[in-house]
């Protein structure tokens, strides 16, 4: 049986974590002080829409922004998708061109 194994991370969220780690490093919080909120999340595993997620991922490499999140929006240029029931839909595409 083969293992899968992930695939590292592109150049671009490799920059991206390295950002992230240096603002954190300039950020000092002192969590004595700092009320904690529990927050239980659900595991990786119980996650929809892998194949989803990774080509958004895919799509952000390559220029695309997420401009919202309620409903997960991108765009790039003058184009834009967003996601509606676990789907990418473009809204260029109206009736007359689908059929």
């Known amino acids: 049986m083969n293992k899968k194994c992930a695939a590292p991370p592109s150049d671009?969220?490799?920059q991206r974590l390295?950002?992230?780690?240096?603002k954190l490093a300039k950020v000092r919080i002192d969590v004595s002080e700092t009320p904690v909120e529990e927050v239980e999340l659900a595991?990786?595993?119980q996650r929809?829409?892998?194949l989803l997620r990774a080509h958004i991922d895919t799509m952000v490499d390559h220029g695309w922004r997420i401009i919202s999140r309620e409903p997960i929006t991108l765009k790039r240029g003058s184009q834009?998708?967003?996601v509606r029931q676990g789907m990418l839909i473009s809204p260029e595409?109206?009736?007359?061109q689908t059929g």
Do not use: G
Request: glycine share 0%; with cysteine; hydrophobic share 40%.
């Open 12 to 14: 671009v969220h490799r």
């Open 93 to 96: 595409l109206d009736n007359s």
């Open 18 to 22: 390295l950002a992230m780690q240096a």
């Open 80 to 82: 834009t998708c967003f």
């Open 48 to 50: 929809e829409y892998h």
């Open 43 to 45: 595991p990786i595993d």
